[in-house]
């Protein structure tokens, strides 16, 4: 998207403190344009939520899915998150966006409710400016209702840059939005500043490990993946459910088999898939 790429390119040339308070005239410009662009796109119903398959080791069943943002762009073709979330949580767009992905992701639990498959959970990524400044409790109880479906349902995917500040606030308002039975999911798990013990202080259901660590499994190396199995046998001892993300081949998932990780998502079962589509993957499970 040639107008983001621009503003990325200038956004490198200068640092973040200064990001919010562009000191030339043609940033001004090149921010209000894009976000005139995002509320467009908002208004026409541009942005869509793909759906990539959870997988259960052990039944190899589709226990789930995550809600990814694209942008169906009229002229340009689908956009991918990374071009646009980014900027959108530099501007605090990311609150209309995030509102929107949680609206989408809870009303298409009713569909596959609908359809039979209220086994099924989703979940929906919540950036850090978005948890801080959004009323997530308040956003996710009234559109459970709307659409009359159970938190236990939902999972929240949050990251660990956001165990590092505000702790105590962030504790307490993960404690409240749990009281809706909705699942709370550490994306990227191991990129971040958190150790496995600080975890304990957080109410978390899940880790999912980044595919970084999953990319360093290579093909018929027998040396053991220190830090990787050492996460996963601390999530399991934590009592959390562990998910490996980025799985693109078969002698990944063999390795994470053999150390008990119990879920899977990657391009190796399925790539984020239409709500259609979707749903046509588990009737045909
Ligand atoms: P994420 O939440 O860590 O999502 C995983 C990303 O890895 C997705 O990219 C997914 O398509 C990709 N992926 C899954 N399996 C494989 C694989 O086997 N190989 C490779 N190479 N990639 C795989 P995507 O959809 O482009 O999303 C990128 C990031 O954008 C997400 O990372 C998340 O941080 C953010 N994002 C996506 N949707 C939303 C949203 O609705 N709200 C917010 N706040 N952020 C979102
Ligand atoms: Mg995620
Ligand atoms: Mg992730
Ligand atoms: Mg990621």
Redesign the pocket.
């Known amino acids: 998207f040639s107008d983001i790429a621009m503003y990325k390119a200038k956004e490198q040339g200068r640092d973040n403190f200064n990001f919010f308070k562009p000191k030339l005239d043609v940033d001004i410009h090149y921010e209000v344009e894009i976000i005139n662009d995002l509320q467009k796109a908002l208004d026409n119903n541009e942005f869509k939520?793909?759906y990539?398959p959870k997988v259960d080791a052990i039944s190899g069943k589709i226990i789930g899915a995550?809600?990814?943002?694209?942008w169906e762009h009229p002229s340009k073709g689908i956009i991918?998150?990374?071009e646009f979330?980014p900027f959108?949580?530099n501007t605090g767009f990311?609150l209309k966006?995030?509102e929107f992905?949680i609206n989408e992701?809870i009303k298409y639990i009713s569909k596959l409710n609908l359809h039979g498959y209220d086994n099924i959970h989703v979940s929906?990524?919540?950036?850090n400016r978005?948890f801080q400044h959004s009323d997530i409790y308040n956003q996710v109880n009234s559109a459970l209702k709307v659409h009359m479906v159970k938190g236990k349902q939902l999972a929240l995917?949050i990251?660990e840059s956001l165990l590092v500040d505000n702790v105590e606030d962030t504790i307490e308002k993960l404690h409240k939005i749990k009281k809706l039975n909705v699942k709370i999911c550490m994306?990227?798990f191991g990129t971040g500043y958190s150790s496995l013990s600080y975890l304990k202080l957080f109410p978390i259901d899940s880790l999912?490990i980044?595919?970084s660590f999953?990319d360093d499994i290579k093909d018929n190396s027998n040396n053991e993946r220190i830090l990787l199995n050492t996460i996963i046998a601390m999530g399991q001892t934590l009592g959390l459910d562990v998910i490996a993300?980025?799985?693109?081949e078969g002698y990944q998932l063999r390795y994470l088999q053999s150390k008990n990780c119990q879920y899977y998502?990657?391009?190796?079962f399925s790539?984020?898939v239409t709500e259609d589509e979707f749903i046509a993957l588990l009737k045909n499970q």
């Open positions: 939520l793909y990539q995550e809600g990814l943002i694209r991918p998150p990374n979330i959108a949580e990311i966006i995030g992905v992701g929906i990524n919540i950036s978005q995917e990251t994306d990227d999912k980044d595919k999953v993300e980025g799985i693109e998502q990657g391009y190796y790539k984020a």
